[in-house]
T-cell receptor, first 113, second 111 residues
Framework: DTEVTQTPKHLVMGMTNKKSLKCEQHMGHRAMYWYKQKAKKPPELMFVYSYEKLSINESVPSRFSPECPNSSLLNLHLHALQPEDSALYLC????????????FGPGTRLLVL | KQEVTQIPAALSVPEGENLVLNCSFTDSAIYNLQWFRQDPGKGLTSLLLIQSSQREQTSGRLNASLDKSSGRSTLYIAASQPGDSATYLCAVTTSGSRLTFGEGTQLTVNP
């Protein structure tokens, strides 16, 4: 299995909703990442988990809450989002955290109304 | 702060042409450089990874070079095909496993 899966593919939520994005990989990778990508812009790093511990938080607002329950799974919990948070959310993984190819999932397209 | 620039922003070529995409970065203290492909509304597909100690990597019709000291990389695509149409992103890995992306080159290969 050489892929990163993300669910759901699409998500529409109101500003008062709570939802979660899920990312899974079964390649034995020990580093996992969340990126946010706005239309026609490159991805921007949000969080990095290394060996299930949060190692990088790029000053992301607290309405985004990451969680890494085990080495294969990464969640992003969403609460009280703003319309400007609408974007493609990409998950990636790599064997270890530094200097290795990152494998990306297909993304979750999020629309906040 | 690392900055990555890609030129051109958009490129349209007829099928069969060889083409070069350019990437430059401001801080040469990188661990590696990756080229990605992204189709509209999709995730990223890694095409080539060049470690900082390497000069080039090849995969099929793709060849990527790296000149770390001058902060430049090129992606060469031979005999382009309509299926190569996509956005190509260059990204460098710096300290703390951060990937810094360029803005991308949107490639259109016309039949």
């Amino acid at each position: 299995d050489t892929e990163v899966t993300q669910t759901p593919k699409h998500l529409v939520m109101g500003m008062t909703n709570k939802k979660s994005l899920k990312c899974e990989q079964h390649m034995g990778h020990r580093a996992m990442y969340w990126y946010k990508q706005k239309a026609k812009k490159p991805p921007e790093l949000m969080f990095v988990y290394s060996y299930e511990k949060l190692s990088i938080n790029e000053s992301v607002p607290s309405r985004f809450s990451p969680e890494c329950p085990n080495s294969s799974l990464l969640n992003l919990h969403l609460h009280a989002l703003q319309p400007e948070d609408s974007a493609l959310y990409l998950c990636a993984s790599s064997p270890r955290a530094l200097g290795e190819t990152q494998y990306f999932g297909p993304g979750t397209r999020l629309l906040v109304l | 702060k690392q900055e990555v620039t890609q030129i051109p922003a958009a490129l349209s070529v007829p099928e069969g042409e060889n083409l070069v995409l350019n990437c430059s970065f401001t801080d040469s203290a990188i661990y590696n450089l990756q080229w990605f492909r992204q189709d509209p509304g999709k995730g990223l597909t890694s095409l080539l990874l060049i470690q900082s100690s390497q000069r080039e990597q090849t995969s099929g019709r793709l060849n990527a070079s790296l000149d770390k000291s001058s902060g430049r990389s090129t992606l060469y695509i031979a005999a382009s095909q309509p299926g190569d149409s996509a956005t190509y992103l260059c990204a460098v890995t710096t300290s703390g496993s951060r990937l810094t992306f360029g803005e991308g080159t949107q490639l259109t290969v016309n039949p």
